[in-house]
């Protein structure tokens, strides 16, 4: 069966400071995969998808970008945390081939600071 | 106007009622919608997926699509206190699933 993990579960920065946030996926071959982003009291904001190794697509102009230097690996970054990036950081996977149904990881908790 | 809408509640049932949840969505093109769980503090799970017009039951849970009106329901029948939580809305839009903000439902006991 397909697993996703997320790490850390939570995090605790600085403003200014980087940020890396790390997805992986088991089970399951050329997922997409997608970072979405939950304020607090607020619905889910996607911020990157990937369809394959090395492609990303971003959703808002922002700080933060993504990157997959694997199939089953997906990296969200930082070089300067600032205290709007606060929030739930999700991760999902879908079949590639169908691309329908989402699912998530645990999730990430950051508080910028 | 926002692609996918929720009313945020919180919506409150009594044990063993009926919870009525309902979603619009503005792009007529949309082909697939789903109904996800979030707890407080959690990550969403999929409840259900519908692609085709009229209802779709599993178990406790009827989902309701209207193409015509684009307009998506879930009905939880025989509420439990455990259904309390925020259930989000979602429709594929390309490659794309969009998220609705969600609605917060409470059982109360």
């Known amino acids: 069966s397909q697993t996703i993990h997320q790490w850390p579960a939570t995090l605790v920065q600085p403003v200014g400071s980087p940020l890396s946030l790390e997805c992986t996926v088991e089970?399951?071959?050329?997922?997409?995969l997608y970072w979405y982003r939950q304020a607090a009291g607020r619905g889910l904001q996607l911020l990157f998808y990937?369809?394959?190794?090395?492609?990303i697509s971003s959703e808002v102009p922002q700080n933060l970008s993504a990157s997959r230097p694997q199939d089953r690996q997906f990296i969200l970054s930082s070089k300067k945390l600032l205290l709007s990036d606060s929030g739930f950081y999700l991760c999902?996977?879908?079949?590639?081939?169908?691309?329908?149904?989402?699912?998530f990881g645990p999730g990430t908790r950051l508080t910028v600071l | 106007q926002k692609e996918v809408e929720q009313n945020s509640g919180p919506l409150s049932v009594p044990e063993g009622a009926i919870a009525s949840l309902n979603c619009t969505y503005s792009d007529r093109g949309s082909q697939s919608f789903f109904w996800y769980r979030q707890y407080s503090g959690k990550s969403p799970e999929l409840i259900m997926f519908?692609?085709?017009?009229g209802d779709k039951e599993d178990g406790r849970f009827t989902a309701q699509l209207n193409k015509a009106s684009q307009y998506v329901s879930l009905l939880i029948r025989d509420s439990q206190p455990s259904d309390s939580a925020t259930y989000l809305c979602a429709v594929k839009k390309a490659s794309k699933i969009i998220f609705g903000s969600g609605t917060r439902l409470s059982i109360r006991p």
């Open positions: 089970g399951t071959s050329n997922p997409n």
């Open positions: 999902a996977w879908s079949v590639e081939a169908t691309d329908n149904e989402q699912f």
């Open positions: 990937s369809v394959g190794i090395g492609q």
């Open positions: 519908i692609y085709s017009n």
